[in-house]
């Protein structure tokens, strides 16, 4: 069958691999379209610190069920959403029912090969079932179950003030459904291009450009009191800690990015404001369902979400030429 390799960092392969036969407790999945994150541009980029080559990527995953599974719900022709974090089921994590974070998580496409291909089995707990949701949306519902996790950890309130550091797909999802839960957002990124593009296409509105000046236009936006809730989405360390300057007293940090670095803060700085810190990993089940009941409910705007579409043959010259434009695609979904 199909698939696509990343080699080493800078190079796609089309190759062809043995279809994987049946398997005892795994699922086959016909993969039908494939969402393409910023992890799969930092894995081929060779930035990625969580990774060993050769390694078929891909996350992002919509499928046809083929066979295997036991529940009437997941028959063979069932459209699926997959959830690409495969854990132990019975560590600590699991057994509180935070399978997201299980002690031993491997994430399809990074620490095991994804879906850049035809078919692929998984264990039945990672499959949804899509109902009326296309193909092409069933891929995009994991980046932002992502965004709807790190919310749900926030604890976002009606009428909170908001802000989202980093205005890539991640962050443009976190923003999603912290207005979703009735939060006051305002984005911020280096890009003002970026910050135009999604003040046209979602609403977001008087975005705040990343930089020296950001924490005095804070200040002066929110009289002096600053963000009820923060959300760091960048990924980078120095945006990170500059993020905690950002909070509200009595407010709260989310990371929702992640970085192979320490974060160091200004500890009196955190008791003073009693500053409420969270992490943020991945999703579970409930994050996917709020994301998939919302799309069905005309709450996100999906074909404003998806800038850019391929198939999966041309991955290997198209992933290049998004990577040297000069904004990253918001959203592609590749089609299988």
């Not at 620490?111 to 692929?120: N, T, Y």
């Not at 264990?123 to 994991?142: T, V």
């Not at 989310?254 to 974060?263: K, T």
Request: proline share 6%; aromatic share 6%; glycine share 12%.
């Amino acid at each position: 069958m199909r698939a696509i390799v990343c080699p080493e960092p800078g190079r796609l392969e089309r190759i062809e691999v043995p279809r994987p036969d049946p398997a005892p407790g795994l699922v086959a999945v016909d993969i039908a379209a494939v969402g393409i994150c910023g992890t799969d541009f930092h894995i081929f980029e060779g930035t990625h610190p969580f990774l060993a080559y050769p390694r078929i990527m891909g996350h992002e995953l919509s499928g046809v069920v083929v066979g295997g599974a036991a529940s009437p719900d997941l028959a063979p022709g069932t459209r699926i959403v997959v959830n690409p974090y495969i854990s132990c089921g019975h560590c600590i994590a699991c057994r509180k029912g935070k399978r997201n974070c299980c002690t031993t998580l491997k994430c399809l496409g990074v620490h095991v090969d994804g879906g850049m291909c035809e078919r692929i089995l998984l264990p039945e707990e990672n499959l949804y079932p899509a109902g009326d949701l296309s193909l092409r949306d069933a891929a995009m519902i994991e980046f932002q179950a992502i965004g709807a996790h790190a919310v749900r950890r926030s604890e976002v309130k009606p009428g909170d003030r908001v802000l989202v550091v980093g205005a890539g797909p991640i962050g443009v999802g976190t923003g999603i459904f912290a207005r979703l839960a009735g939060g006051a957002v305002t984005l911020m990124d280096l890009s003002e291009g970026r910050l135009d593009l999604l003040a046209d296409r979602f609403g977001f509105r008087d975005g705040i450009r990343a930089g020296a000046d950001a924490l005095a236009e804070i200040d002066r936006r929110t009289d002096g009191d600053r963000y009820d809730v923060v959300f760091d989405a960048t990924g980078n360390a120095r945006a990170m800690e500059g993020s905690f300057a950002f909070v509200a007293s009595g407010g709260t940090l989310v990371f929702v990015g992640v970085r192979n670095a320490d974060i160091t803060f200004s500890d009196p700085e955190l008791h003073r404001k009693e500053i409420t810190l969270k992490a943020s990993r991945n999703a579970t089940r409930e994050d996917f369902e709020t994301v998939m009941a919302a799309v069905r409910g005309g709450q996100v705007p999906m074909d404003a979400l998806n800038s850019h579409a391929g198939t999966l043959d041309d991955l290997p010259e198209a992933m290049p030429a998004w990577m040297a434009a000069p904004e990253l695609p918001l959203k592609a979904v590749v089609t299988v």
